[in-house]
């Protein structure tokens, strides 16, 4: 963006400076980011949408073979199987994690000093390593004894087959996902915090009782977050990999999730690493990128209507 | 005048020192062992047992002027990729025997005919199967390392509660063993407290194949057959053996409860009447619950042969490996007679401090194989683990291997998969082999023709 | 729900009042017991996980809560087994490097995209947001490749010096706290002849110190959990991170099959304990940053 062009398109000779300056220095704080996304994002990216056209195995030069890749994708049955899992299960996991969130940082907001060590057990499940998340909850979740059937029988319930029963593993899954709601709790308690106390008061003297205000003050003032949140869980939903992996397809032999389990991700990377096929990964890659794009700008489109911004 | 002699000078210095390099070449074909130095580091493979360490220090020992390092804990295919598609490789790698071929084809791996002719490495020692794993049209690119089989446990308190001998435990008949996998189940208040027989899918249906005279892929390693009619009767078969414990989800359900590696294992808690299972567990169980009542028999095909699944590993060297002599080294050094039978030594020597039991070790070396079992593990002093060597030993012989193929991984998951879409109920074995057939072929073709 | 957290009195209260204050105290309790039933079922797993731990060969999937005996070697072979300590440090180092620099470079970012405003800043920012949509595998060849070239392989900068650039995601989330601060500040201060970086110093960075504060962790922590890049990455074992420790040690004892499990779960804890306790430790320095930026007018 050249001096000259700016300086032409502008009316007023005085403000076109201003807004020059303006310009410029906006591009000057975001230059590091313009700088990294051109060495690691932008030229990786032209090179495995140029791989996503080849046949490759990494320890040969890539063949091109042009759209055979996305053809094949179009017939793969386990590829629709993986693209289904995945979607299935943002579509469960993040509303309710959006809920459950929202409402442990409610509570904890209204507990004043107390919230430090009840935040610290929230955020606990984050800190611990994927691995150990899935060793853990592979062994929570079975159906004979595991901690949470066995917490169900307490209320008479008997619990389904969580590991064994392919409709159930998703399920599980998101049982066990929810258990690491700590960070959007904790995004959500700060969010919170930031809301002027005068809005609250404000609202008060004109007579609004709780439920009003939360739904005409709470809510916008943190829409903002929850419309991060919102973006935020649904691209890392749909990209689930490591505590599945780790249950399901590392060394283990359980075969109720060798359809159900198979998230996108787990598919890709075994194409990529298991298969050596890069080409087909890559191509894979770039459907999941085309599909999250889409849901974001659609989501963004309509955040304009319902989010609120102070200062934008 | 003068460039020209000074040119003949050099000539002549280049020629004499060429023939000198040359006579030395010839002159000393096997290296010496002081000779062999660097580094070599390799990928893989673990130092966590005498087995290993004892190797590892013959191999010190013996090229004192060679550094070697581990990248400790199982072979990790991404690092191993990325190191190789960074062209900085690990001098050496230890690899599944099933894998190898993928990488060999591809170029990843380099022959290793120079290697075996330099350390007079003799391969008619090792069981053929194993070599056959690791060579690609007629060049050897692995040292097979380790041969571990296949054979039955039995729980044989529950073949006396079921009125059954040892003898009656076979695998041949296969109207037979469904009977014996009814007698043995036991159920409780509408589930299973005890399973009769455990065929152990998905991921031994490559045996319960073999066992139906049929093969999952041709011996050339190019031709899949996982819809072939053995194969498919075959997985038939072996999944109608979970219906005496109710289904499927049933069977694993239960099964996973099991304390596998505990003193209250499976057979001590009367939780599975007999199943096929791999080696190691013999001696896990030599550990635990010496005194359960277990014995061990051979898995038998249906003509009443013995039969088993081998699997192991093999040491090979990458293309572009910083040290090609000090890793055949490694290679010839690690899977030599004298290295088993000096790690064998030692096992039998901390097992007898401990008051283990010891059950041995299984080197794809076979003449290292039949020394430890002749002259170093002697009765253990507990007549089920000295019948379960015995067993362990006749099962050796009867080991086979899927060929070499390139597809490895894309071959298995193919089966794999197809067993378990049979085991979930969403096809038929007919359906879910015939799928199966496709891709498997699919990829096989496709990796074979980029050779 | 009421959602204030403070109340001020300076007269006494009226009957109604009394009867407000009663009832919110009640909530209260409610509150707090809710939470502590909702921390019994957080904590619970990882309880088991420690005290699965502690437990011997046999008893590690029991269901018992304490472990008798108590197998505090465990620990010992954990400890004895690797360099954990060197590990610990390791982490440690990159953690803040990787933390410290994305904070401070997408706190800068971020700012470029809030109060400025051009032609294509939004076009330019919904890029920033595209790139957090391309999954991770299938640039990480191209990359590694990169490093390759700079030599750089086997050494911790990968795991760190990309935050240099900054990052999608907490690039959206700062920008998304700087948006909520209103514009007459940076305008007033401008009329004062302040410059943009001022502008960013004194007023943004301050303001906004909560979201930057959970920017830090997170990175930390994101940092501290990695597994992937440093197990493409890093070659020595004296150079690894702890999940890469961790993992080791999980292949090592899982040698032939015999998964001891008892181990893993030891080292796990290992793992884990360390970013509990910073966490607890930085959370209560969160707790003021709360305190001191929400309740301005």
Known sequence: ?312 | ?451 | MSAITQTRTTYAPSARERARNRRRLFFRIIYIILLLGFTVIFIAPFVWLVSASLKSRAEVFSPDLIPDPIMWQNYIRVWEAAPLLRWLGNSLWVGLLAATTVTLSCSLIAFGFSYFRFKGRDTLFNLVLATMMLPGVVTMIPVFMIWQSLGLVNTHAPLWAMNLFGSAFYIFMIRQFYLTLPRELFEAARVDGAGYFHMWRHIALPLTRTALIVVFVFEFKASWTDLLKPLIYLRSPQLYTLPLGLKTILDRFGQGGEMEWEVVMAASVIVTLPMIIIFFLGQRYFLEGIATTGLKG
Request: net charge negative; glycine share 8%; proline share 5%.
């Open chain 2, 1 to 451: 005048m003068k460039q020209s002699v000074t040119l003949r000078r050099l000539t002549q210095f280049a020629t004499v020192t060429a023939i000198a390099l040359a006579l030395v070449a010839v002159l000393a074909p096997v290296q010496a062992q002081d000779e062999i130095s660097g580094e070599v580091n390799v990928m893989g493979f673990g130092t966590g047992d005498e087995i290993a360490t004892e190797r590892v220090d013959l191999f010190r020992e013996t090229y004192p002027n060679v550094e070697v390092s581990f990248t400790e804990g199982a072979l990790d295919e991404q690092q191993f990729l990325t190191a190789v598609a960074s062209g900085t490789p690990p001098d050496a790698v230890y690899i599944d025997r099933a894998l190898l071929s993928t990488y060999a084809v591809r170029g990843a791996l380099q022959p290793l005919t120079q290697c075996i002719e330099d350390m007079g490495i003799d391969m008619s020692i090792f069981r053929q199967a194993a070599v056959e794993q690791v060579t690609i049209n007629g060049e050897i690119y692995g040292i097979p390392d380790f041969w571990n089989n296949i054979y039955l446990m039995i729980n044989t308190a529950a073949v006396e509660e079921a009125g059954l001998t040892l003898d009656d435990i076979s695998t041949t008949d296969w109207d037979r063993l469904t009977e014996l996998n009814e007698a043995l189940t036991r159920i409780e208040n509408g589930r299973v407290t005890r399973i009769g027989f455990d065929p152990k899918l998905p991921e031994f249906f490559p045996l319960w194949v073999r066992a139906n005279g049929g093969q999952l892929l041709s011996d050339d390693g190019r031709t899949a057959m996982l819809n072939s009619p053995e194969a498919v009767e075959a997985l038939e078969y072996a999944f109608s053996q979970h219906e005496p414990s109710g289904g499927r989800a049933e069977f694993m359900a239960f099964r996973d409860t099991w304390d596998f590696f505990g003193s209250n294992n499976q057979i001590v808690a009367d939780q599975v009447g007999f199943w096929p299972m791999e080696q190691w567990y013999m001696n896990v169980l030599a550990d635990v619950s010496p005194d359960a009542p277990i014995a061990f028999k051979a898995f038998t095909d249906r003509e009443g042969n013995p039969i088993s699944m081998a699997t192991g590993s093999a040491w090979a060297i990458p293309t572009n490996s910083a040290n090609y002599e000090g890793a055949c080294a490694l290679a010839a050094t690690m899977t030599s007679t004298e290295a088993w039978i000096r790690a064998a030594q030692k096992r039998a020597e901390l097992r007898a401090e401990s008051g283990t039991i010891n059950t041995g070790v299984s080197p794809a070396n076979a003449e290292a194989e039949e020394i430890i079992f002749t002259e170093i593990v002697g009765p253990t002093g507990n007549e089920v683990f000295d019948q379960g060597i015995a067993v362990l030993r006749e099962v050796q012989e009867a080991g086979f291997a899927i060929p070499a193929n390139p597809a490895g991984n894309e071959f298995r998951q193919a089966w794999m998969d197809a067993v378990n879409r049979v085991l979930n109920g969403e096809q038929t074995a007919q359906e879910a082999l015939d799928q199966a057939q496709a891709e498997a072929q699919a990829a096989l073709d496709s990796a074979w023709s980029r050779q």
């Open chain 1, 1 to 312: 963006m050249s001096t000259q062009s700016v300086l032409a398109r502008l009316p007023f000779g005085r403000r076109a400076t201003l807004q020059q300056r303006e310009a410029l220095a906006g591009i000057a704080f975001i230059s590091p980011w313009i700088i990294g996304f051109f060495i690691f994002t932008a030229g990786p990216m032209v090179i495995s949408l140029g791989l996503s056209l080849t046949e490759y195995d990494v320890l040969r030069p890539p063949t091109f073979i042009g759209l055979e890749n996305y053809q094949r994708m179009l017939g793969d049955p386990r590829l629709m199987t993986s693209l289904y899992n995945s979607i299935y299960y943002a579509l469960l996991h993040v509303p309710l994690s959006i809920i459950f969130a929202l409402s442990l940082a409610l509570i904890l907001n209204n507990v004043g000093k107390a919230a430090g060590f009840f935040r610290t057990a929230f955020y606990l499940p984050s800190v611990t390593p994927a691995v150990a998340i899935g060793t853990l909850w592979l062994w929570l979740l079975n159906p004979r004894v595991g901690l949470i059937n066995r917490g169900l029988e307490v209320f008479g319930i008997q619990g389904p087959g969580w590991t064994t029963d392919p409709n159930w593993i998703k399920p599980g899954i998101v049982l066990m996902s929810l258990w690491s709601v700590g960070s959007t709790v904790i995004i959500y308690l700060a969010a919170l915090r930031n809301v002027p106390n005068d809005l609250y008061e404000a609202a008060n003297i004109d007579g609004a009782n709780g439920w009003q205000q939360f739904r005409h003050v709470t809510i916008p003032m943190i829409s903002g977050a929850i419309f991060f949140t919102l973006i935020v869980n649904i691209i890392s939903s749909l990209q689930i990999f490591t505590e599945v992996y780790t249950m399901y397809f590392g060394n283990q032999t359980n075969n109720a999730a060798a359809s159900a389990g198979l998230f996108y991700n787990i598919y890709l990377f075994r194409q990529a690493f298991e298969f050596l096929n890069f080409g087909y990964a890559s191509a894979m890659a770039w459907l999941l990128f085309v599909i999250i794009m889409i849901l974001t700008f659609i989501q963004l489109r309509l955040s304009k209507r319902w989010v609120y911004y102070e200062g934008g």
